[in-house]
């Protein structure tokens, strides 16, 4: 019954296609009813419960669909392909966008761990997934209700917002995605804070020594934990990471070269040539094949940022 309730929200707020903000900072609601294939974007740190339709992920080869069955927690910054392929009119994507505030996710996840009696850092576990699926729960889906029942009363909402967001956020920290979330946000965040601080410097070489010593790892162990947390090595999480940005740049209109010495390449041949083995097809074809000069960017925009 909630979940119905939750999706009439969706329905009367967002009458056409695109993303319509709630009136709670970092929460927003979106409807897509024509098809869109999978390109590169960005996974920022956020949750995005669907409620009609499906919605596609492929990150380092692996596809993920998720519908109203599961919702998506990402963790952390994550280079992915993501489309809507099987949005139509008669069964649009309908759904809900919320930004995870790494404050509000830490100061949740340390109260939990103080809690639980688990405050010191964990040893040789191996990582969760930054990228998770999670099946609702009635905390998770009476939390996200109560959330977007104050879409409609702007004084209740600057009132009770960012309380009831809390209660969102602590749902999904107990929900199936809960322990990948508290390792990105908690106590032995490293991986996160090392995905942070490549995202961050794009433009700049890597260099694995420097990244492995901010974060207080051996190269080899930020090796190991880099890939049990993300499926890629660091180098080829960065190599993703600047390719799917500079494609979503492309996308939404930069020349090739400017988006190419954005992320840090300084050879535009070299960064043609890795785009090609990334996607098959060199940048200006890829984009024209695509036939998408605004459109992959503009969704980027709306469910990747």
């Known amino acids: 019954m909630s979940k119905d309730k939750i999706k009439q929200i969706i329905e009367a707020k ?16 979106f409807r897509v009813s024509s098809p869109m294939r999978c390109a590169p974007a960005v996974y920022e740190p956020a949750v995005i419960a669907i409620l009609s339709g499906a919605k596609e992920a492929i990150l380092d080869g692996q596809r993920h669909v998720y519908d109203s069955r599961q919702y998506m927690c990402c963790s952390m910054s994550m280079p992915v392909e993501a489309g809507t392929p099987m949005a139509s009119p008669e069964n649009p994507l ?51 209700l109560r959330l977007l029942e104050l879409a409609d009363a702007p004084a209740e909402s600057a009132i009770l917002g960012e309380g009831r967001l809390r209660e969102l956020y602590y749902s999904v920290l107990k929900g199936e995605t809960g322990a990948s979330a508290r390792r990105a946000f908690g106590v032995g965040n490293e991986i996160a804070r090392a995905i942070e601080y490549l995202s961050s410097n794009l433009d700049q ?8 010593s901010q974060v207080g790892m ?65 940048p200006k074809q890829w984009i024209h094949d695509k ?14 940022h």
Do not use: C
Request: proline share 4%; no cysteine; aromatic share 8%.
């Open 94 to 144: 309908l759904g809900v966008y919320i930004s995870l505030d790494t404050k509000v996710m830490t100061e949740l996840s340390l109260a939990m761990e103080r809690s639980m009696g688990t405050l010191h850092k964990p040893q040789g576990s191996s990582l969760p997934p930054g990228f998770a699926l999670a099946h609702w729960d009635n905390s998770f889906t009476d939390a996200l």
């Open 205 to 212: 070489p890597v260099n694995i020594e420097t990244m492995a």
């Open 14 to 29: 967002v009458t056409q296609d695109g993303m319509v903000e709630t009136g709670v900072e970092g929460v927003k609601l």
């Open 291 to 304: 036939q998408l000069p605004t459109g992959i960017g503009k969704a980027a925009a709306h469910f990747y």
């Open 218 to 282: 051996s190269r080899a162990v930020l090796h190991r934990k880099f890939k049990q947390a993300t499926t890629m090595s660091p180098i080829q999480f960065v190599k993703a990471m600047r390719l799917n940005t500079a494609a979503m740049k492309i996308a939404a209109g930069m020349n090739v070269s400017s988006a190419a010495m954005d992320v840090g390449y300084v050879s535009t041949s070299q960064f043609s040539r890795e785009f090609k083995r990334m996607y098959g097809q060199a």
